[in-house]
Nanobody
C-alpha cells in the first residue's frame, strides 16, 4: 500500500501561483510513477501532469502545459506541482496518484484524498 497526502491547496486570484505537495509513505517511493489529476464539479477527472520514477520524464495536459511544473524528490518521498498563471478554469479538486506505470489516464493504483484549488477572477 502507498498512502498519499496532498497539501497546499487554497484560494488564489487569477494570474497568481500556488504550489501543491504530495507526501507518500508505505512503499519505496522511487518505484512509482506519480501523477496529478483534477476534477471540477460535474466534470470528469482530468489529467494534469505526470512524472517518471526517476523524475527524468514529465508529461502535461494541454490545458496546463507551459504554466504548471511537476517535480519529485525521491529522498523526501514527495511530488510537487508548481502552478503559475492560474485561471478560474483551473478551479478543481487536485489529486495526487501513484502507479507502477506512468499514465496520462486515471489508471493509477493509489490516490490521495485531494486538495481544493479555487481561482477567483
Amino acid at each position: 500500500q502507498v498512502q498519499l497526502v496532498e497539501s497546499g491547496g487554497g484560494l488564489v486570484q487569477a494570474g497568481g501561483s500556488l504550489k501543491l505537495s504530495c507526501a507518500a509513505s508505505g512503499r519505496t517511493f522511487s518505484n512509482y510513477a506519480m501523477g496529478w489529476f483534477r476534477q471540477a464539479p460535474g466534470k470528469e477527472r482530468e489529467f494534469v501532469a505526470a512524472i517518471s520514477r526517476s523524475g527524468g520524464s514529465t508529461y502535461y495536459g494541454i490545458s496546463v502545459k507551459g504554466r504548471f511544473i511537476i517535480s519529485r524528490d525521491n529522498a523526501k518521498n514527495t511530488v510537487s506541482l508548481q502552478m503559475s498563471s492560474l485561471k478560474p478554469e483551473d478551479t478543481a479538486v487536485y489529486y495526487c496518484a501513484a502507479g507502477r506505470t506512468l499514465r496520462t489516464t486515471p489508471g493509477y493504483d493509489y490516490w490521495g484524498q485531494g486538495t481544493q484549488v479555487t481561482v477567483s477572477s
